[in-house]
């Protein structure tokens, strides 16, 4: 038979102590409050802690004494791999990072699929307090955040009631939008929205629908769209709205389809995001329609592949969206009652939007 395999036992917090001949307290200050040892002392802690194998202090054990995860919550109800993919996502994303480098704490993404109704994530997560980026209002996931006794943070969507949020004017911006297309004198317009409930629907989208948006953001976007419209004698009944519930330059595309098959006279496509409106592009590109001649198509979020198309959008600061968010929730405790961040958005008009072509153009279309 052969000898069995002998491990060293792992040096202990006090082992280490023992070792130098000091208290269990120098050690720990080592790691934890260096600025309250010589540096001498503690790069001898250090070295010898190396030499006996000491990992350091337990994070568990310490997070249980001190009651603190050094670590910030990201719950988003997408896919995981959303974060790292949707380009306002992205950003948001990069600013909260950039605010927890700032103070010094971790990030914990938190991501919960379209559908799922198990909150147990939630649960297990061992942070400090949760940003909460756009989730619908009836979503349990948001429910379980805001029962936990930590602060929180909601960016974009939905607005709850004595919880900090930040995100833009989302009706002052659309209305902005609407404002330059009724001067170019756009009247046959299609909207392409992005997911408007839990629920998928891929589709046409009925008033009722649209006015009882779960997801706040682009309720608020149809409804200032309507208010607009309506105002410069359009009946918003007979303006054809499609959903998408996937957030992607295919849905985007796909979505345009339906609506120009259906509507050919629409002189304008106004899309709640830039990156269905990259899709509608590419649909006009295909079918053979001049963009901005023949076809206007607008956005939102301003996001480096709308500016490169030279997009007409309206652009938001997404990585100063995340960084205030963390800001704000990693000051939460200096201060009483919420806080709401409105942040300025900007109508940046490219070449994506001109006058409707007149009866009298050639029409290039299929």
């Known amino acids: 038979m052969g000898r069995p395999i002998r491990t060293r036992r792992q040096a202990t917090l006090a082992s280490l102590a023992a070792e130098l001949g000091v208290s269990r307290t120098t050690v720990s200050n080592a790691y934890n409050r260096p600025d309250q040892l010589s ?24 997070s249980l004494r001190t009651r603190k995860a050094g670590a910030v919550g990201l719950l988003l109800t997408e896919n995981l791999s959303y974060a790292f993919r949707d ?140 208010a607009a419209f309506s105002a410069a004698g359009v009946d918003w009944a007979t303006v054809p709205v499609v959903e998408r519930f996937d957030h992607t330059v295919d849905d985007g595309a796909s979505a345009a389809r339906q609506l120009l098959d259906a509507y050919p006279q629409v002189t304008a496509v106004i899309c709640t995001s830039d990156i269905l409106a990259l899709g509608a592009l590419a649909e006009a590109e295909r079918r053979g329609l001049r963009v901005p001649q023949d076809l206007t198509v607008t956005g939102f979020d301003g996001i480096t592949e709308a500016e490169r198309s030279g997009l007409t959008t309206v652009h938001q600061p997404v990585l100063e969206k995340g960084k205030a968010a963390g800001k704000l929730l990693l000051s939460s405790a200096d201060r009483v009652g919420p806080k709401v961040i409105t942040l300025q958005t900007e109508l940046r008009v490219g070449r994506t939007s001109a006058p409707p072509r007149t009866a009298e153009e050639r029409w290039f279309g299929p």
Do not use: K, W
């Not at 540096?39 to 310490?62: F, I, K, M, Q, S």
């Not at 756009?134 to 919880?163: C, N, W």
């Open 87 to 226: 380009p306002a996502a992205v950003g948001v994303l990069e600013g909260l990072a950039l605010a927890c480098e700032d103070a010094g704490v971790g990030l914990h993404l938190v991501p919960a699929s379209p559908g799922r109704e198990d909150v147990a994530a939630v649960h297990r997560a061992g942070v400090d307090g949760f940003v909460v980026y756009s989730v619908p209002d009836d979503d349990p996931h948001l429910g379980a955040v805001l029962e936990r006794p930590v602060p929180t943070v909601i960016v974009d969507q939905p607005r709850v009631d004595g919880v900090d949020r930040v995100g833009p004017d989302d009706a002052a911006a659309v209305t902005a939008m609407a404002a330059h297309l009724i001067s170019l004198g756009h009247r046959q317009i299609g909207v392409l929205c992005m997911r408007l409930a839990r629920e998928r629907n891929d589709d046409f989208v009925s008033i009722q629908r649209q006015s009882a948006a779960h997801f706040h953001v682009q309720r608020i976007r149809l409804e200032a769209l309507a």
């Open 39 to 62: 540096p001498e002392l503690r790069r001898r802690v250090l070295e010898t802690a190396r030499r006996l194998g000491y990992p350091g202090p337990d994070p568990v054990a310490r």
